[in-house]
């Protein structure tokens, strides 16, 4: 996968920084950073349990951010 250009030369899609999710007493993710450039095919892969699905749900808007901030197409979804 190419990095994207942290200054803004290349289009990330999906945009995670610092992003923890927690379940009651239990951390689901912890301080995620990623970049979904545009274009990029990506998978998760993973046991049962390692937060796969919270993820998605986060970019997705399924689940409101916690800490951390998550932006897809360039808009923040963070406080929505």
């Not at 979904?36 to 937060?51: H, N, Q, R, T, Y």
């Not at 399924?62 to 901030?69: E, F, L, S």
Request: hydrophobic share 40%; proline share 2%; glycine share 16%.
């Amino acid at each position: 996968m190419n990095a994207v250009d942290k200054q803004g030369g290349g289009a990330a899609v999906a945009r995670l920084e610092g992003v923890s999710l927690l379940y009651r007493k239990t951390t689901a993710l912890n301080d995620i950073s990623l970049d979904i450039p545009a274009g990029c095919m990506a998978g998760l892969i993973g046991p049962d349990g390692v937060g796969k699905s919270s993820l998605l749900s986060l970019i997705a808007g399924a689940r409101k951010v916690q800490t951390g901030a998550v932006s897809v197409l360039g808009g923040d979804i963070s406080d929505d």
